[in-house]
């Protein structure tokens, strides 16, 4: 059996799994607003709080990321028995995640502030992300309906540091 999460680690995802959602809801304003700037038009009111929602929600995602991955630095998984062709595939995209979610915040934060064209690359970084949730949804229904493991619960009921559970009186 693996070990589960902390509430904290816990409580990152799903807050990450909340925003993503959010930036591909509001991305295409960013679009609308630069469009209509360019044509010399005002941009819709509309358009425009999105467009803020999402810089600042892309900010958060950016920083509770690496909240994330401090945390999984400190405390990494402890793996028990062997690792299966699945277990490696699972280490590989979450791993991929930190990295395509960090660099995502990365580059919408140099687009928005720094260089504008950029923001191809970060358009192509969404779609990989959106395809890596896809697969991430995939095996977590594949684990709850069909395996009928523990892998989800793990992401909803949070265990002790295993550390702790080595103390004395423990």
């Known amino acids: 059996m693996k070990r589960g999460y902390s509430l904290t680690q816990i409580g990152l995802h799903w807050l990450i799994a909340v925003l993503v959602p959010i930036q ?24 425009i709080v999105q467009h803020h929602i999402h810089n600042y929600a892309g900010i958060a995602v950016g920083l509770l990321m690496g909240a994330r991955l401090t945390l999984r630095l400190m405390r990494p998984p402890v793996q028990v028995g062997t690792e ?8 590989l995209l979450h791993h991929g995640f930190y990295v ?3 660099a995502q915040a ?8 720094v260089w504008f064209g950029i923001a191809p690359i970060h358009v192509i970084g969404s779609r990989i992300i959106l395809a ?11 684990h709850t309906f069909v395996v009928r493991d523990d892998t989800v619960d793990r992401m909803i009921f ?3 540091n295993p550390s702790a559970e080595n103390l004395p009186g423990n």
Not at 25 to 43: D, K, Q, Y
Not at 84 to 91: F, L, S, V
Not at 132 to 142: D, I, S
């Open 84 to 91: 299966t062709a699945a277990d490696k595939i699972a280490r």
């Open 132 to 142: 890596m949730v896809a697969l991430h949804l995939f095996a977590a229904t594949w």
């Open 24 to 47: 591909y809801l509001t991305g295409g304003s960013i679009e609308r607003t630069h469009h209509a700037v360019h044509m010399g038009m005002a941009p819709v009111a509309w358009d």
């Open 100 to 102: 395509a979610i960090l």
């Open 158 to 160: 949070p265990r002790p």
């Open 106 to 113: 990365a580059m919408g934060v140099i687009a928005s502030y």
